[in-house]
Each structure stands twice: as C-alpha cells, then as structure tokens.
C-alpha cells in the first residue's frame, strides 16, 4: 500500500522559512517523480513543484520560483521542500504527491498524494 506522509508545517510568520518532509513508503521510492501541490483555504489544488527520480532536474510554478527548493534523499525515501521568504498567499494545506511514473513535468499533480499539512503565514 502506498503510503505518503507529509509533515513539516506550522505558523511562521512573513518572510521565514519551513521545511516540509514526506516520507514514503510501500512503492519503490527511488523510482518515481515527485511532486508538492497545495490548496489554499476555499482554493481548488496549485501544483508548485516536481522533481525526478534522482532530483537533477526541478520544476517549479511561477508563484513559488527562487524561493522554495524541491529535493529527496532516496536512501530514507523521503522527499523534502524548503520554503524561503514566505508570504501569506503561501498559507495552504501542503501535499506530497507521486507521479505515474519517472518522468518529471511541470504540471504534475500525482496520482496519490498524502494526507497534508497545513502551513500558515501570519503575522
């Protein structure tokens, strides 16, 4: 069973930084492209970022480019995000999500994604 299990989030305020985590399991990690979307509160789902199996290659949307960087360590299967000069716009439930199949894209929403974890930017 495919499991993604995001944690990370919290309350900062603007122009910090978090670091988001996903830990995967049941699927062979090193295998598969990896994204992070995300949905604002009363929003529809934003992808913000993918990356390929090794983690050469990054995508990023255009709201998100120079400040957030997407990476994995494929040794622990985990999948990460920093999140740099946040803003409020960025507050969000945040989610790790596993592409069909190797090949990075931007525009990748997944096929599976986890349960979230909310980020709030606030002051």
């Known amino acids: 069973e495919v499991q993604l299990v995001e944690s990370g989030g919290g309350l900062v305020q603007p122009g910090g930084s978090l670091r988001l985590s996903c830990a995967a399991s049941?699927?062979?990690?090193?295998?598969?492209?990896m994204s992070w979307v995300r949905q604002p509160p009363g929003k529809g789902l934003e992808w913000i970022s993918s990356t390929t199996t090794g983690g050469g290659h990054t995508y990023y949307a255009d709201s998100v480019r120079g400040r957030f960087t997407v990476s994995r360590d494929n040794a622990k299967n985990t999948l990460y995000l920093k999140m740099d000069r946040l803003k409020s716009e960025d507050t969000a439930m945040y989610y790790c999500a596993r592409s069909r199949g190797s090949g990075a894209f931007s525009g990748d929403y997944g096929i599976e994604r986890g349960q979230g974890t909310q980020v709030t930017v606030s002051s």
């Open positions: 049941g699927f062979l990690f090193s295998s598969y492209a």
